[in-house]
């Protein structure tokens, strides 16, 4: 018997082979995808924090006006803790870039090498790797760097400036605009005396704390001379892409979970399908004496076989070099991290390889289970009847009525039409939210940055240059779902041409940006409590209004309240906005950031999701159709009988397709009018957790050209799944009725 049970499931792949393939292809697709983003996601995790631990990442560092002495640096170490210098310099190239060059790291954030070696020679120099592959700089090429020629002596990336931008409050990276680069301790003086620096040497330092080392002591010693103190874990610099992909963890799982049921019903339509044509045959068995374990085994074997080799095939692909590119190299291109590692974790591959397999084998028990509970004489007449199908209808034309009682008897393929719609739109929409999330920061970052220049001030000149506008501004944190986000507050003097007018006045009160009530689900007359970055002391403030203003996290005070905030006097100003370059001495300035750097870093954003928007968009594309096909394809074969027949009375092509598929054309088109904005919905209650770590604001609302886009792809995959199903409908005789006669 088991020799015949093998030869019946051979003939049965070999019968349907096109279907099982979907099926096959699906699982494949499934398994990639969840594979494929948990996997590079884990390999990502770790690779970030062995390189962590083997090149001593800070714990923490902080900022200066002066630099310590050594007395003070004994004190520091006396607390058990670690301190080193990481003292840098901005030079700007031709190209506009700007490098900041350090010293060589003895012990405390040392330098990666990927490519080459460190610096030995004064004229040798060893750039970050994101600022090098932007620019096409390879270990032998020179540089020239304040008149001086030096020749790359390797590539390589710092765990302190994994996020690789020039200030922690900007919102992106990019490699074109900003860099890191270290030479030997003399080359660097050479370079600070050159007069070719474009700002006031930063004196940052890096600590490493002890056993029984606080962060708060460090602090607390240091507070009155501190311009910024930063812990690792609230640095937007530090491990950045651990906390990206921990959502894409969690994205991916769930989108297993959902992905399993989908595969759950569909097989459970097959079963049923599978179970109904041969009933008559089972029936048969039955009554021959063959026992329900020996069918069961039967009718699972080919469904999970199936599963189970296409969820090999996609946990391997998930697991390949290929995946790690094309599912993880957005962060590998984006952070300045060293090579990926693949690692393999075996909960994964077991998740991969055996659920979908189990999956199949628990919907089919359970189905077939529920099938031959009926007597071997019920199954020989044909089994279970779907009593559904004989609903009385009012009078309507044939074909409507016909049409309604095709969708009641194959409710359970329409409903997993409908599923798979579903499922399919929230994979699209979650691409397509990064792709309006992304066009949206890109253009407001266009539109509400008036300035064409930002200094930020280490030391203020005697008097305020002409044609610029002074502010006192800040950088506080909040904490938004785990994770720290950086929030700019800037004190304004009435009529800032450069900024919205705000109506908030004294210490107390505030104006929020459009972005970050968006992002914190503020309101006016919420309190907005903000923790200051330096003392690490809390403020809170009353929301008087909501400007709209979506470059950044932004909050806005008058330049009166700002001061008292921070403790100032009623002349101080740390930054000064300006419409043209100002003639500004290199140690009173801290920073520059001009207009056309903000807007480029605000098109980085489109440039880093583009891949996610591709992959979403063509997975939910593929799913969709692969669903589609399998579910209409099982309709038209259960309908195989009456089809030949319907050939029998004359009926011809276009009429059985009127008949037959257009009633499902009407679930699918009236399916899509509400699953659009559903799975819309259901993707904006999501979404904001997967950007959690972002700053930026979360307008990702679609315009009604972009629903209607979507609808029309939903039609349009109907169309396309309409016209290959026509070709196996054309093929259907009417020999079938001889075939199937009692």
Same mark, same amino acid.
């Given at each position: 018997? *088991? ?10 792949? =070999? ?15 499934? @398994?990639?995808?969840?594979? *494929?983003?948990? #996997? ?12 962590? $631990? ?42 506009? +870039? ?8 003895? #012990? ?135 906390? !990206? ?83 993880? %190299? ?52 044909? %089994? ?46 979650? /691409? ?7 066009? =949206? ?34 950088? &506080? ?25 705000? =109506? ?6 505030? +104006? ?35 400007? +709209? ?11 009166? %309240? ?6 100032? /006097? ?10 043209? #370059?100002?003639?500004?001495?290199? *140690? ?13 870093? %605000? ?33 038209? !074969?259960?309908? +195989? ?33 509400? @699953? ?13 957790? &997967? ?21 029309? *792809? ?13 070709? =196996? ?12 006669? $009692?």
């Amino acid at each position: 018997m *088991g020799k015949i049970f093998w030869k019946r499931t051979f003939r049965e792949l =070999k019968k349907n082979f096109l279907r099982y393939f979907a099926l096959w292809m699906l699982v494949i697709l499934s @398994m990639f995808l969840v594979v *494929g983003i948990v #996997s590079s996601a884990q390999s990502t995790i770790q690779t970030i924090n062995q390189t962590a $631990e083997e090149d001593h990442l800070e714990d923490g560092e902080f900022t200066l006006a002066v630099p310590l002495g050594k007395e003070a640096i004994q004190n520091i170490e006396k607390m058990g803790v670690t301190v080193e210098a990481v003292f840098s310099l901005d030079l700007k190239q031709k190209d506009n +870039s700007v490098i900041r060059v350090m010293k060589n790291r003895r #012990s405390i954030n040392k330098i990666h090498i990927s490519q080459g070696r460190e610096a030995k020679q004064e004229d040798e120099i060893a750039v970050e790797r994101i600022y090098a592959a932007a620019h096409h700089l390879n270990p032998g090429d020179t540089i020239t760097l304040a008149d001086k020629t030096f020749t790359i002596c390797g590539i390589g990336t710092t765990g302190d400036y994994e996020l690789c931008v020039q200030n922690p409050s900007d919102a992106a990276a990019d490699g074109d605009i900003f860099g890191t680069a270290f030479v030997t301790p003399e080359a660097y003086e050479n370079l600070k005396k050159s007069g070719a620096v474009r700002q006031s040497e930063d004196l940052t330092y890096a600590y490493h704390l002890g056993k029984d080392a606080d962060a708060d002591e460090v602090r607390e010693y240091l507070s009155g001379r501190l311009l910024r103190f930063e812990t690792a874990e609230n640095n937007p610099r530090i491990k950045p892409a651990n906390g !990206d992909v921990q959502i894409n963890i969690r994205a991916g799982l769930a989108a297993g979970v959902i992905v399993l049921m989908m595969l759950a019903f569909v097989i459970s339509v097959f079963v049923v399908h599978s179970i109904d044509k041969e009933s008559s045959v089972i029936g048969t068995l039955y009554a021959m004496g063959v026992k329900r374990k020996e069918l069961l085994t039967q009718y699972t074997m080919l469904p999970v076989l199936i599963c189970f080799t296409g969820g090999i095939i996609g946990t391997i692909l998930g697991y390949s070099p290929l995946a790690l590119s094309f599912l993880g %190299g957005e962060t590998y291109n984006y952070y300045s991290i060293p090579e990926i590692e693949i690692c393999c974790r075996p909960a994964l591959i077991l998740y991969g390889t055996a659920v979908p397999a189990v999956t199949a084998y628990a919907v089919n028990w359970l189905v077939i289970r529920r099938r031959l509970g009926e007597t071997a004489l019920s199954l020989i007449r044909g %089994g279970m009847k779907e009593k559904v199908s004989y609903v009385h209808l009012r009078t309507r034309s044939f074909v409507r009525n016909f049409q309604i009682r095709r969708i009641l008897r194959e409710k359970r393929s329409c409903l997993a039409i409908l599923a798979g719609m579903l499922i399919s739109l929230l994979v699209l929409d979650l /691409g397509l939210n990064c792709y309006v999330l992304c066009k =949206k920061i890109r253009r407001s970052t266009m539109k509400d940055t008036k300035y064409e220049y930002m200094y930020q001030l280490k030391q203020t000149p005697d008097t305020i240059p002409k044609g610029s506008e002074p502010a006192y501004a800040e950088t &506080f944190s909040k904490e938004n779902m785990g994770y720290e986000l950086n929030l700019t507050v800037i004190g304004l003097k009435k009529n800032n041409p450069f900024f919205p007018a705000v =109506k908030s006045h004294g210490k107390d009160e505030i +104006s929020v940006s459009s972005s970050v009530a968006q992002k914190f689900h503020l309101e006016k007359g919420d309190t907005l409590t903000l923790k200051d970055k330096a003392d690490g002391e809390n403020h809170s403030f009353t929301v008087v209004e909501i400007v +709209s203003y979506n470059s950044g996290l932004t909050c806005f005070m008058d330049i009166d %309240g700002m001061r008292a905030v921070c403790g100032r /006097g009623p002349e101080d100003y740390n930054v000064l906005y300006s419409d043209h #370059s100002l003639d500004l001495k290199a *140690g009173q300035i801290y920073t520059i950031t001009e207009k056309k750097d903000v807007i480029k870093t %605000g098109a980085v954003f489109m440039d880093l999701m583009m891949p996610m928007f591709f992959t979403m968009t063509g997975c939910g594309i593929l799913i969709f159709l692969i669903v589609l096909y399998q579910m209409v394809k099982v309709m038209i !074969d259960r309908a +195989s009988h009456s089809l030949s027949l319907m050939r029998l009375f004359g009926y011809r092509d276009r009429e059985l397709k009127r008949l037959y598929l257009n009633g499902c054309f009407t679930v699918t088109g009236a399916g899509a009018v509400f @699953m659009v904005p559903l799975a819309k919905w259901i993707m904006d209650q999501m979404y904001p957790s &997967f950007v959690a770590n972002i700053a930026c604001g979360l307008d990702f609302e679609w315009e009604w050209q972009l629903y209607f886009a979507v609808y029309m *792809g939903v039609i349009i995959c109907y169309l396309i799944i309409q016209a290959l199903v026509m070709g =196996k409908l054309k093929k259907i005789t009417p020999e079938e009725v001889l075939k199937q006669r $009692e």
